[in-house]
């Protein structure tokens, strides 16, 4: 006696001889059919409709593959299927080793994979390696060159006004608070200014100090006669009203300067300057007195393109938006700060030269820094903004999460 070869051979095999001149085939488009018309799987009226196509009621032998036909085909229908996995391009211009991708963008990116079930995941592009400037990147998440950005929007002078005013002088007094302040500071006046993106994040660095090679600096008069690297329209403002001449460079470039003298000094946060060697080839750094509001920081933004994150499902969206907003700038305010202590520390080891500012000398810095705010006040409102209100405000939330 000859075995059927297949599943389909013995099924035909039985149907032809119980009399039944329906195909397996015939059978389960049946089957299929009902189930895209929303019949389901039920048992019974899957075999009422069975048997109108077989013409007569099935025996229990035919009338049991039947079922087992409806279980195998609603068991396949009922497998999961697995969501398609979303890879994010991430784009930023400091190097790998930096803070912000090991303790910042790595560790988020690790907390939306598994708060996603891995349907999200991010490739890193560090220093600029998807091509362009350190300007640029505010543009590449708003183009969808990359989907989500980290950059200074004031390597774009004039684009984003409404976020100056932290970077003004001795505004900040840890990078922790103000970055929480700087996202109600956005939601209160920054938003026309950013509608090109979707922002998941604002936030400073710590304090930013003076370095250079030339001599230390004591006081204001120091800076006469000084090529000074600053990386914005403020900071950069700040250092000539202080009596150096300006020189607006990214950070990616500030290495090379100081090593070939285009510049004889520059302004930056600690954790930066071992991050790029720059205390290698640094000699004498100027701190502010303990006492004093930070000399300055920068503002940075950590952005996405608007269509890749309309995009997503609503699950998707929500896990981006837990892992988005004030509770994340706070997050990389606070490792900044807690960078600072170990980056100087390796200048220390150096046997680099420190200086700090007394309050008494201070106090006629924070007369400068009156003075630019008065200016940028000015100028802004003659654009339309509420500048001395934005001012006010950005004062008062940054003193009030900085106290917590």
């Known amino acids: 006696m000859s075995i059927p070869s297949s599943p389909y051979a013995a099924f035909a095999a039985l149907l032809s001889s119980?009399?039944?001149?329906?195909?397996?085939?015939?059978?389960h488009g049946l089957l299929l059919g009902r189930s895209c018309a929303g019949a389901g799987f039920d048992a019974d009226a899957w075999l009422a409709d069975a048997a109108q196509l077989l013409e007569n009621e099935p025996g229990d032998t035919v009338r049991n593959a039947l079922?087992?036909?409806?279980a195998a085909t609603a068991t396949l229908f009922a497998a999961p299927v697995r969501a398609e996995e979303i890879v994010l391009k991430v784009?930023?211009?400091?190097?790998?080793?930096?803070?912000?991708?090991?303790?910042?963008?790595?560790?988020?990116?690790?907390?939306?994979?598994a708060e996603s079930d891995n349907r999200l995941k991010c490739q890193i592009f560090p220093a600029m390696q998807l091509g362009g400037t350190p300007a640029q990147l505010i543009q590449q998440a708003a183009d969808g060159v990359a989907d989500i950005v980290w950059t200074l929007p004031g390597y774009t002078a004039g684009r984003f006004p409404s976020v100056e005013v932290f970077e003004l002088p001795f505004m900040t007094h840890n990078a922790e608070g103000a970055s929480r302040a700087a996202w109600?500071?956005?939601e209160q006046f920054g938003q026309k200014d950013f509608e090109s993106v979707k922002p998941l994040a604002f936030h400073v660095h710590d304090a930013g100090h003076i370095h250079n090679n030339k001599r230390p600096i004591t006081r204001m008069s120091d800076f006469r006669g000084l090529k000074?690297?600053?990386?914005?329209?403020?900071?950069?403002?700040?250092?000539?009203?202080?009596?150096?001449?300006?020189?607006?460079?990214?950070?990616?470039?500030?290495?090379?300067?100081?090593?070939?003298?285009?510049?004889d000094g520059y302004v930056l946060p600690w954790e930066v300057i071992p991050t790029m060697k720059l205390h290698e080839m640094t000699k004498y750094h100027t701190e502010m007195d303990a006492s004093q509001p930070s000399l300055y920081t920068t503002f940075f933004t950590i952005a996405m393109n608007k269509a890749r994150y309309d995009s997503l499902p609503d699950e998707l969206k929500k896990v981006i938006d837990a892992n988005s907003g004030a509770d994340f700038s706070a997050a990389i305010g606070r490792a900044w700060d807690e960078s600072a202590p170990a980056a100087r520390q390796q200048a220390v080891d150096r046997g680099n030269q420190f200086h700090t500012i007394p309050a008494s000398e201070a106090a006629e810095w924070v007369k400068v820094g009156d003075r630019l705010a008065a200016e940028w006040v000015k100028e802004v409102s003659g654009k339309g903004y509420p500048g001395q209100e934005m001012l006010d405000t950005a004062r008062a939330l940054i003193a009030t999460h900085s106290a917590r």
């Open 18 to 27: 119980a009399g039944h001149s329906v195909s397996p085939a015939e059978l």
């Open 67 to 70: 079922i087992g036909l409806a």
């Open 91 to 113: 784009a930023h211009f400091w190097p790998a080793t930096a803070l912000s991708q090991q303790k910042i963008l790595e560790p988020w990116c690790a907390k939306i994979a």
């Open 184 to 186: 109600a500071y956005y």
């Open 228 to 263: 000074m690297r600053a990386p914005t329209r403020l900071t950069n403002r700040m250092i000539a009203h202080l009596g150096a001449t300006p020189v607006a460079m990214p950070m990616p470039q500030t290495p090379e300067a100081v090593s070939k003298g285009v510049v």
